[in-house]
Nanobody
Framework: QVQLAESGGGLVQPGGSLRVSCVAS????????MRWYRQAPGKDRELVGS???????NYADSVKGRFTISREYAKNTVYLQMNNLEPEDTAIYYC?????????WGKGTLVTVSS
């Protein structure tokens, strides 16, 4: 059974930084592409970025240059480092993986950017 568990969200001031984590169980993250999504209040869920099984990364234009996705194999964890945060980054952040044709989501972690 694949499970994803996000953590690390919280309240941060504009211009600040935050790192959210996604611990995976039931799969080995190094073998799969992992994605981060977010959903702001009243908006559709959107793709933030992804990291492939070979370590390549891609980001949405809105976060490019500010957000970085990385992995720590020993902890089977994917990270989303967010710098220079803006109020528009306020959202629930979700981890995602497709495994054997099935979509798996975590429950999300709330990031609020506000002064």
């Amino acid at each position: 059974q694949v499970q994803l568990a996000e953590s690390g969200g919280g309240l941060v001031q504009p211009g600040g930084s935050l790192r959210v984590s996604c611990v995976a169980s039931g799969i080995t993250i190094s073998a799969y592409s992992m994605r981060w999504y977010r959903q702001a209040p009243g908006k559709d869920r959107e793709l933030v970025g992804s990291i492939t099984n070979t370590g390549g990364t891609n980001y949405a234009d809105s976060v490019k240059g500010r957000f970085t996705i990385s992995r720590e194999y020993a902890k089977n964890t994917v990270y989303l480092q967010m710098n220079n945060l803006e109020p528009e980054d306020t959202a629930i952040y979700y981890c995602y993986v497709k495994w054997r044709g099935v979509d798996y989501w975590g429950k999300g972690t709330l990031v609020t950017v506000s002064s």
